[in-house]
């Protein structure tokens, strides 16, 4: 079985940690995390991750600059995006539509609920 490689891209580092933790203990995950949208990018294009955690709200290159960034790229376009957001979900999918976001987690979230619901969002069954 293969597996999975998600990067965190957040500028909060406790949000990082306690996702990459949570992702790599209860989900057996190999983790990347990047500390900005241009930082992200880059980890995305060269390692190619199974899906994408992607924060709104960082400074510099935001969320939806980086989504369309991401968006830009042959090799980044495929990989599925889940945004998280302190934002109603609602108001976050009507604005990032068009990006080919895959769905929202709204944060504060619970870390023991994460691994569950990102195999649901993206339908991964292992």
């Known amino acids: 079985m293969k597996t999975r490689c998600i990067l965190i891209i957040d ?7 306690v996702t990459q933790l949570t992702l790599e203990l209860e989900g057996g995950w190999q983790v990347l995390a990047a500390s900005s949208g241009s930082e992200g990018v880059n980890l995305a294009r060269f390692h190619h991750p199974d899906a994408i955690l992607l924060d709104v709200m960082m400074p ?13 790229f042959p090799d980044t376009q495929p990989i599925p995006v889940l945004l998280l957001t302190a934002k109603g979900a609602t108001e976050v999918m009507d604005k990032f539509q068009d990006l080919g976001i895959t769905a929202t987690i709204s944060k504060p979230f619970d870390p023991l609920q994460l691994v569950p619901q990102i195999k649901q969002l993206l339908a991964w069954e292992e």
Do not use: S, Y
């Open 11 to 17: 500028d909060e580092e406790d949000i990082r940690e």
């Open 60 to 72: 510099e290159i935001d969320g939806l600059m980086t989504a369309k960034i991401l968006q830009n």
